[in-house]
Nanobody, 123 residues
Framework: QVQLVESGGGLVQAGGSLRLSCVAS????????LAWFRQAPGKEREFVAA????????DYADSVKGRFTISRENAKNTVYLQMNSLNPEETAVYYC????????????????WGQGTQVTVSS
């Protein structure tokens, strides 16, 4: 069992940056693929970024490529999402997820999810 706790959300002006963190409890963090998703009000949850268990493979939604960076620090059981050049359309609750299977985190059916952290981008 893995528990995930996100932090780092908040209010930022358009063009600004935030770094989200997600800390995992439990063992075997280093074996999990991890991902970030987001859900805006009235919209479906959408994929943002993912990283495999080695940290050597990352995937991004086209809309965030070049602006967002996912990384992991296994010694701290933490995955990060550095977000730059944010725009108001990216206001959403951001969730991290974890699963042994990389494909499952990519497709949004991971076994473990956090409660989310709110990101609000003002214009």
């Amino acid at each position: 069992q893995v528990q995930l706790v996100e932090s780092g959300g908040g209010l930022v002006q358009a063009g600004g940056s935030l770094r989200l963190s997600c800390v995992a409890s439990g063992r075997a963090f280093g074996s999990y693929a991890l991902a970030w998703f987001r859900q805006a009000p009235g919209k479906e949850r959408e994929f943002v970024a993912a990283i495999d268990w080695t940290g050597g493979t990352t995937d991004y939604a086209d809309s965030v490529k070049g602006r967002f960076t996912i990384s992991r620090e296994n010694a701290k059981n933490t995955v990060y999402l550095q977000m730059n050049s944010l725009n108001p359309e990216e206001t959403a609750v951001y969730y991290c997820s974890a699963d042994f299977a990389h494909r499952r985190v990519l497709t949004g059916v991971a076994d473990f999810w956090g409660q989310g952290t709110q990101v609000t981008v003002s214009s």
